[in-house]
């Protein structure tokens, strides 16, 4: 997508690191891992990719625009906030009864929705505080970048 292998690493060490959340919430809960654990870790993985394109397309995006590389990763983390929240708070909120459920047939849901609901709190944190920094670690002047999108829009500017 991003037809830069840089950017194809820096979102896998987004989905490597995102497991964290998730090995942490089942350790806290006293949760073993299981198969459902698994599955649930799967999913996470795919929510890891989609935040970590986010991020990166809107940092790209603005670097296009003539933005320094740390004032981009800077407006991007700010203005990808509220975008990225929204889709943890959505998938967290909706998952919470079935991760702290102890009726009957929660064995299989409770370690699938721990593991979404751990690894999407820690996703958060991630995305917007350590993305944007690896991303001003590895880029470079030189970076080449997909032109503008017509349809980009740069949000508020905030100082």
């Not at 060490?13 to 799967?42: E, W």
């Amino acid at each position: 997508m991003f037809k830069s292998f840089k950017w194809a690493l820096l979102i896998m060490a987004n989905v490597a690191m995102v497991r964290i959340g998730g090995l942490l919430a089942l350790l806290i809960t006293g949760t073993n891992f299981s198969v459902s654990s698994g599955v649930g870790f799967l999913a996470l993985f795919g929510v890891s990719v989609q935040t970590g394109v986010i991020m990166l397309e809107y940092i790209n995006q603005l670097r296009v625009r003539r933005y320094s590389i740390e004032d981009a990763a800077v407006e991007g983390a700010v203005l990808r906030l509220r975008p990225i929240m929204m889709t943890m708070l959505v998938a967290t909120l909706g998952l919470l009864p079935a991760a702290m459920s102890h009726a009957i047939g929660s064995d299989s849901q409770r370690p699938f929705a721990i593991v979404i609901v751990g690894g999407l709190i820690s996703d958060l944190v991630l995305s917007i505080f350590l993305l944007p920094t690896l991303y001003v670690w590895m880029a470079g002047e030189r970076d080449v970048l997909s032109p503008a999108e017509p349809g980009f829009t740069e949000g508020e500017h905030v100082d």
